[in-house]
């Protein structure tokens, strides 16, 4: 293997399968942290009104 | 609930993920991106669990805050993660797809919400949206599982020889290893610990200060409309329902926004789509 910074090497890569599927594993947990911080605003009324 | 305590509950998950913002993210430097993942999604998926089965407010607000815990540092780590991995020429328009699909949960929560929420299958209907999400953070949990760790973090910590393992992992699939690889390179890293005075040295302070006001003012807009939008309509008279269901309506301009800037990310400098 080469000496050159894995930083560099990685930059040369073309695009492939396993990096999109990286990058929509990391979108998918990026939709439940969305989804999760939202909940007690989306619920906001009901919350009130069920603890009241 | 009284309307004194439901900025608490609106504002605990926010206090958390300053907390989690903070901690989690340093420590993913010393552990690695992967187990910083593990550890966050797990605190997450957990707490947004219990706060399923919350018997009173109080017991919710505290769920809610040690959720953020895990959900403030997911952000900043999925972005580190992203950019260590992808190379440069597609790294903004991958990264802006994994936002594509995050910002799609705002409005599909939206409507699930108007579905599930009148709901009462053996407990209250929003109790169940608390369920799947944290069932969704679980999966997510699982899929990460796959991942291989940040070549950049390893090499950073001087565990090159697994760092050349990931890179192999994701050169396999180019089929260009011996173009990428050139001996005569003469790049070689060597990693600095640097303090956060850094961010303040002359060259630095500027866009320091432009991208923590930024960050300050699109949390607002991104986190605060999309909290605030079903009680305001709710204040104004809607019934629950019809402000579920408008509140997921206005929604939709969330992914569409993101979607619209895909095609023209890699086209424009970025400081100049931050400005748009």
């Known amino acids: 293997m080469s000496n050159a910074s894995i930083a560099v090497m990685l930059n040369g890569l073309p695009l492939t399968s396993r990096h999109k599927v990286a990058a929509f594993v990391i979108g998918f947990a990026l939709f439940f942290e969305f989804f999760d911080v939202n909940l007690s605003g989306v619920l906001g009324t009901v919350l009130q009104n069920n603890f009241m | ?276």
């Not at chain 2, 930024?214 to 329902?241: D, E, N, R, S, W």
Request: glycine share 10%; aromatic share 14%.
């Open chain 2, 1 to 276: 609930m009284s309307s004194s305590v439901q900025p608490l509950l609106l504002g605990s998950a926010f206090l958390g993920m300053f907390l989690g913002a903070l901690g989690i993210n340093t420590l993913s430097d010393r552990i690695g991106r992967k187990k910083a993942f593990f550890l966050n999604l797990l605190v997450y998926s957990v707490f947004t669990f219990f706060g399923a089965f919350s018997p009173n407010i109080a017991f919710l607000i505290v769920c809610h805050f040690l959720a953020g815990v895990g959900i403030g540092s997911q952000p900043a780590l999925c972005d580190v993660y992203l950019t260590e991995i992808l190379p440069a020429k597609n790294r903004g328009r991958i990264i802006g797809w994994a936002y594509t699909i995050q910002v799609c949960a705002v409005p599909l929560e939206g409507f699930l919400a108007r579905w599930i929420v009148p709901t009462h299958l053996g407990m209250a209907g929003w109790r169940w949206l608390f369920i799947i999400g944290a069932l969704g953070a679980l999966a997510a949990w699982v899929m990460q599982k796959n991942l291989p760790e940040s070549p950049r973090w390893l090499e950073a910590v001087g565990r090159r020889t697994e760092a050349e393992k990931v890179f192999k992992y994701f050169a396999e699939k180019a089929g260009t290893l011996a173009t990428v690889i050139r001996e005569d390179d003469g790049w070689t890293v060597n990693p600095e610990k640097l303090p956060i005075s850094t961010l303040f040295r002359k060259e630095l302070v500027g866009r320091t200060l432009m991208l923590w006001t930024f960050h300050i003012l699109q949390t607002i807009g991104y986190y605060g409309f999309g909290t605030l939008v079903p009680i305001v309509l709710a204040v104004k008279g809607y019934t629950m329902v019809h402000s579920l269901e408008y509140a997921a309506i206005s929604y939709i301009g969330y992914p569409i926004g993101s979607l619209l800037s895909l095609p023209i990310i890699e086209r424009v400098q970025r400081k100049w789509m931050i400005v748009a």
